[in-house]
């Protein structure tokens, strides 16, 4: 089936600890998305990709980084630098035609333990 | 900027009972693009109804309906006879029309939690 995979579900990391979040899609989507979702609030956008080899920051990049090697992959990594990670991360995607919809995978729970 | 307000923080409905969750938004843009997204326990958000800036038609589908007036800026959404499984978060979502990736970054609401007991 098309979709966006996104894991692990759960990951539990330690202070200081560096981590990287899996998304990756089979829609032959161009444009790809992360979104963090914090209890009680709408999701923010961290960062955002177009096509390959490229990127750009969200509203709330500080404290993150990702690649984009490849069209269907587009990992995102909580660094050290992140004050306060714990949240739930969501991967989007989207064919790039305006008015198409806009996919999202089952969201990443990260904990800091 | 963009925003957008969702100010039912939680409704809680008996089964079968009609419920309207509100959303209304601000943007400069004069193209834009309106989502609503529903969010089950199990954490996904699943996409329910895309409206563009220039189509007001509301629209029902099924048990669902919106209501986008423009002129109030509002994009509300009432579920008919709602049952248990409509129980969720729903989220009112707002993108700019133009081009590049100004579609997918969507500014969010901060969601409303809609229990239903039967």
């Known amino acids: 089936d098309g979709g966006i995979t996104q894991s692990p579900k759960y990951l539990f990391r330690k202070e200081g600890q560096n981590v990287t979040l899996s998304c990756e899609q089979n829609?032959?989507?161009?444009?790809m998305y992360w979104y963090r979702q914090d209890p009680g609030q709408g999701l923010r956008l961290i960062y955002y990709s177009q096509i390959v080899n490229d990127f750009q920051k969200g509203d709330i990049a500080e404290g993150y980084s990702v690649s984009r090697e490849k069209k269907e992959s587009f990992p995102l990594t909580v660094t050290s630098a992140q004050k306060n990670p714990t949240a739930f991360y969501l991967c989007?995607?989207?064919?790039?035609?305006?008015?198409?919809?806009?996919?999202f995978g089952e969201g990443s729970w990260l904990t800091v333990v | 900027a963009q925003k957008v307000t969702q100010a039912q923080t939680e409704i809680s409905v008996v089964e079968k009972e009609d419920v309207t969750l509100d959303c209304v938004y601000e943007?400069?843009?004069?193209?834009?693009?309106l989502f609503w997204y529903k969010q089950p326990p199990s954490g996904e958000l699943v996409f329910l109804i895309r409206r563009n800036s220039f189509d007001e038609q509301n629209e029902i589908s099924g048990r669902y309906s919106w209501n986008f007036q423009k002129s109030t800026s509002s994009f509300n959404f009432t579920i008919t006879a709602s049952q248990v499984v409509d129980s969720a978060v729903y989220f009112c979502a707002l993108s700019g029309g133009g081009g590049g990736t100004s579609y997918g970054k969507l500014t969010f609401g901060q969601g409303t939690i809609l229990t239903v007991h039967p």
């Open positions: 989007a995607s989207w064919s790039g035609r305006l008015g198409n919809t806009i996919y």
């Open positions: 829609l032959n989507h161009d444009a």
């Open positions: 943007t400069r843009d004069t193209t834009y693009y």
